[in-house]
């Protein structure tokens, strides 16, 4: 086979161009400390790499999702462990209110404390983040929830709040919007409230009630009118009387499902009433129980029906910032989790994307030595063999 010159030149500088590619590539590798300094280096592997980064970026977001929204949380929970105080000092105050030996003066002191509560209980419910905008009003955040004219308190809020991506296939809510958490409280005992009747006289108070029978209960607005001081007749709303008795002090009035108990003295006449249950805000909880107290022309009955509904509420409002707060606790506790899973996820993958980008320096640098000793053999070797000719062998 005769191998001409120029071939052998070519397939030797071919051959000498592979091998300082390879080591050139591997003293890039060596000082960038990477091993796919380009897609053209392992193009599949550079896509895996890709892919893995794309996932590594998106579970960073969440655990940053979640950071934000357990500050967010965190700060909910401080507002409502201190309206939960302010409301339960409320709610010690109209117990000592609820006593029949205190002068309208006293009741009215109470009154003033009461007062200062309620002003408590509105900064709690405005708090804000360190970036001023407002905890509890839902989407809304810049604009102040609850804004008070007067006695009254209104929301200035929306009933929305953010929804935070904590995982690939699970959202948390970032807050509670104002309007759940203070205004829509459920009144009464839930199912029904009672109430005494202005132009009532007598003594007779009424508490609020409780359900006997739930099947048996049939929502409508019931009047317990006494005929005397000892009899009294339950009608409904069309006038139709549904039970009648004689009335002793601290007895059950049993009908349609419910009872309810009245108890001192109530006059001929005097009146009480029995309706489905709607919602209150705990403000108006608040403003009604003060106006009650001072009030000076109510009855003594009046006063501890009133009194006795105020409790009632505040104790709903109660559960419902327990509630709340327990929502808030799992919330918390899911970021934790979250962050927890995507903590090991993280790992994992920076672990594979290491495995196929980083280089292996042991490796690298055992494999440089043998290309350096190859090119520089086969270097030698073009050399030698450059310099060969016929005329070398002809004498």
Known sequence: MTISTLTFQTNALAEMEALQSALTQTQTELSTGSKLPNAAANPAAMEQVNQLNLTLSASQQYVSNGTAASANLQLEQSALTSATNTLQSARDLAVEANNSALSVADRQDIATQLQQLQNALLGAANSTDPAGNYLFAGTASGTQPFAQSGASVSYQGDSQVNQVQIAPDQSISAGDAGDAVFMNIPAGNGTFSTGAAAANTGSGSIDTGSVTNAAAWVPDTYTIAFTSPTQYQVSNSAGTVVTSGTYTSGSAIAFNGIQVTVSGAPAAGDQFTVAPAGK?????????????????????????????????????????????????????????????AAQTTQTQLQGTVSTLSDTDYAAAVTRLSTQELALQAAQESYASIAKLSLFNYVS
């Open 280 to 340: 209150a805000s705990i403000f108006s909880t608040i403003n009604s129980l003060i106006a009650t107290l001072n009030a000076s022309s109510l009855s003594s009955g009046q006063v501890t029906t009133k009194i006795s509904t105020a409790i009632q509420q505040i104790d709903n409002a109660l559960s419902g910032f327990g509630y709340v707060q327990a929502s808030v606790g799992g919330r918390l506790n899911a970021v934790t989790t979250s962050a927890n």
